[in-house]
Nanobody, 123 residues
Framework: QVQLVESGGGLVQAGDSLRLSCAAS????????TAWFRQAPGKEREFVAA????????YYTDSVKGRFTVSRDNAKNTVYLQMNSLKPEDTAVYFC????????????????WGQGTQVTVSS
């Protein structure tokens, strides 16, 4: 059984920063695409960012471009989501996921999911 564990969420004020971590056990993250999704109450699960397995190219949804950065530390087998200039609209449960499908921005492309970490941004 493999596991992805998110951490680093919390309660912050608008304009603050957080770094989320996605730590993997039982697999090497560099062999898979890794993505971050988020889900706010009453909303659909939304793609946030992804990092590709080979090129380490990154993708971001428009609402976080210029504020969020996804990265991978192969030595620690961990993917990070650095979130700067946080806004109340960023409030959600954040999930990391891994997969090998072409459509890296859709949830159905991912097989392994963490349980999520709560991010709350106050104004």
């Amino acid at each position: 059984q493999v596991q992805l564990v998110e951490s680093g969420g919390g309660l912050v004020q608008a304009g603050d920063s957080l770094r989320l971590s996605c730590a993997a056990s039982g697999r090497t993250l560099s062999m898979y695409n890794t993505a971050w999704f988020r889900q706010a109450p009453g909303k659909e699960r939304e793609f946030v960012a992804a990092i590709l397995r080979s090129s380490s190219s990154t993708y971001y949804t428009d609402s976080v471009k210029g504020r969020f950065t996804v990265s991978r530390d192969n030595a620690k087998n961990t993917v990070y989501l650095q979130m700067n200039s946080l806004k109340p609209e960023d409030t959600a449960v954040y999930f990391c996921a891994t997969g090998s499908q072409v459509q890296v921005t859709v949830a159905s492309a991912y097989v392994y999911w963490g349980q999520g970490t709560q991010v709350t941004v106050s104004s």
